[in-house]
Every structure is written in C-alpha cells, then in structure tokens.
C-alpha cells in the first residue's frame, strides 16, 4: 500500500537525485515526455520537487510534503 511506501524513505539521506533521464521516466510510466514534463512543473509549483543541473531531486523538505498530503488520501 502507498503508506508503506511512502514510509520506506523514513530513514533516506537527502536530498535525494533521480537518476533516471527524463525519457527514462517517460517511458517507465508508459507517458509521453510532453505528459511527464506537464506533470514534472505541476510538482515543482506545489513545491514537491525541485530540480538542479536537470536532475529531478527530492529535499527532506519535499519528502515531508509529499507524505502528508499521500497521508491525507489513505
């Protein structure tokens, strides 16, 4: 369940740095790219993920965001 989920980034170091490309991701969630980017911006404005060097990185910050606003859906 995406509690547990969620919950297995308890003890992560952050930040943490998505590896994979963005062509990767788009692939992976069997996405376009346009639809991925759409998405990618959605986060950045709420403030869900930031992004450096094109990297997609997740802050302690972020996590935290992240994990109440999933909390509040479960």
């Given amino acids: ?7 297995m980034f308890e003890n992560q170091k ?3 740095i998505v590896k994979a490309t963005k062509e990767e991701l788009a ?3 069997n996405i376009s790219l346009r ?3 759409r998405h990618l911006d959605c986060l950045y404005e709420e ?3 930031a992004t ?3 990297k997609i990185v997740i ?10 606003a999933v909390l509040t859906f479960v």
């Fill in 1 to 7: 369940d995406i509690a547990s989920s969620i919950s």
């Fill in 14 to 16: 952050f930040p943490v």
């Fill in 27 to 29: 692939q992976l969630l």
């Fill in 35 to 37: 639809t991925l980017y």
């Fill in 47 to 49: 403030g869900l993920i």
């Fill in 52 to 54: 450096e060097h094109g």
């Fill in 59 to 68: 802050y302690e910050s972020h996590y935290q965001k992240i994990k109440e």
